[in-house]
């Protein structure tokens, strides 16, 4: 099945979208702290049932689906027809958006996954020595953050999108003219005054 340039961009912001939502309800489900239980020269943290790291995972997740399909959304043959990249980065405009679409990619992850894993092994290690251990949780701000700059990485790419379909319109214009000026051909013929052809 062919897809067309709207369906590619409503995938890209589909995916983007649901890592944002997923990261900013992960971010208001997040316990301020665990309860610390008294054992015998140990503490327990017992921390409340939370889809925390569930949503932190699945935020990630979208993400990198908005990402793959923002990439693939840019160098897609629309209707069979595809362009070389020294065409589509030809601007500069092309080159700047493009390579901030990864950075903000690449910084969502890092912020969406820090406080995903270091909530998860504050879960999964809750047996301490340290008696004066006050059971905490995952910094507070970090995934919201994450999720936002998420949703910029996919607004990034939609961008990309459209600039790749300026330089498809202008390279294939270029194409057309290009053809258009090998396949014609000038022939000039000398007529005689009485409309005979000369030899």
């Known amino acids: 099945m062919e897809l067309s340039m709207k369906q590619m961009a409503l995938i890209t ?7 944002f939502i997923c ?3 992960a971010e208001n489900k997040k316990p301020a702290a665990g ?11 017992k921390y409340p049932s939370n889809p925390y790291v569930l949503l932190g995972y699945l935020s990630v997740g979208f993400l990198i689906l908005s990402s793959v399909a923002g990439y693939l959304s840019i160098s897609y043959p629309y209707k069979k027809r595809s362009i070389p990249y020294s065409a589509l980065f030809r601007t500069k405009t092309m080159v700047v958006f ?14 969406l996954l820090w406080p995903t894993v270091t909530e998860q092994l504050h879960v999964a290690k809750n047996v301490h020595h340290n008696l004066e251990y006050d059971c905490p949780t995952a910094k507070t701000g970090l995934i919201g953050g994450g999720a936002f700059v998420s949703l910029d990485s996919c ?11 300026n330089a498809r319109e202008d390279y294939f214009d270029e194409v057309e003219e290009s053809r258009k ?5 000038v022939i000039n013929v000398d007529y005689d005054y ?6």
């Open 98 to 111: 493009f390579n901030i679409a990864w950075l903000t990619a690449g910084l969502a992850a890092a912020m």
């Open 23 to 25: 990261g900013v309800i």
């Open 13 to 19: 912001a589909f995916f983007g979208i649901i890592s």
């Open 155 to 165: 607004l990034f790419w939609l961008v990309c999108l459209m600039l790749a379909s």
């Open 35 to 45: 309860t610390p239980i008294q054992g015998k020269d140990v503490l327990f943290c």
């Open 194 to 199: 009485d409309g005979t052809q000369d030899d």
């Open 181 to 185: 000026g090998e396949s014609t051909q």
